[in-house]
């Protein structure tokens, strides 16, 4: 089988520059390092390309999360040094939270890892995993981008602030009492997170997104190597969805729960 050319820094550097990010930009970024098919220096290489873009007065973001381990655990300890994230959000954010230059922040199962001059601004009260004073409340407020690089609409995390926002019934707040945070001087905090937790038995659908926001005209999008690229404002996805869901407060759920979910409404 033929080998695919390899993808470079200035592939991935022009592809970014075609979805139009730019310096200053605040970006949050969902990817998988293997859709882009092969790419000569790995991980590093693409976060260097991302540095790169948005310069010393853009700030990068990706998201640290510890939901898979964290969420039916009845305390759970994170460790913002050694607390590793590969598993459940990538290669990429796991080298990049390791950067010296990176600060993580203390939401116990929804963390992010920022590095640039509003780092401080998204680094959230380590409170709501989505809501108001969360990383993701900051970066509509900071009129964020959010990339995609070959990852699909399915890791699009806003969308769960939408859910938070309407306060969608088939969501419950939990709270980590009794749970801590290492932070990277060694001392211990009190968690004081909540998460915004899915009711057993209901699935989400974020994939039909990426179609239904492309028909509003907000996606920009390119190919880097393999890998579908995309970005679109924060304020987009979130202003958009929140349009849908005054309509269908299930709209975010794949079919069958969306079925239960107006069925178990009707029932009320
Ligand atoms: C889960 C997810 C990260 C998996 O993507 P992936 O490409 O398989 O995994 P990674 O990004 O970690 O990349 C590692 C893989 O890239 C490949 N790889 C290794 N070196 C590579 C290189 N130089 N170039 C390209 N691919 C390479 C390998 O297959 C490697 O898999 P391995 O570690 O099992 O060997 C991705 O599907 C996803 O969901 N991304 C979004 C995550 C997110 O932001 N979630 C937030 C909401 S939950």
Redesign the pocket.
Known sequence: MAQATPVTLSDIASGLDTVGISAGDVVLV?????????????ADTVIDALLETVGATGTVVV?T?T?GPFHKAETAVLDLVNTPV?D???????TFRKRPQARRSVHICHSVAAIGPHTDGVMGEGIRSFGAGSTFHQLYQLDAWCLFL???F??C?ELHAVEEYMQVPYRFHRDFRGSKVILPDGNEIESQSVEFLRTPGYGNDFVKMRDILAGHGVLNITTVGQAETIAVRIRDIFDISVQYMREDIGFLLDEPSRRKLAESMGQQ
Request: hydrophobic share 35%; net charge negative.
């Open positions: 969902h990817s998988s390092l293997s859709a882009f098919g092969y790419v000569e220096g790995g998201p999360f939901w590969k459940e959000v990538g290669i990429i954010p796991e070959g990852a699909t399915g890791s995390t």
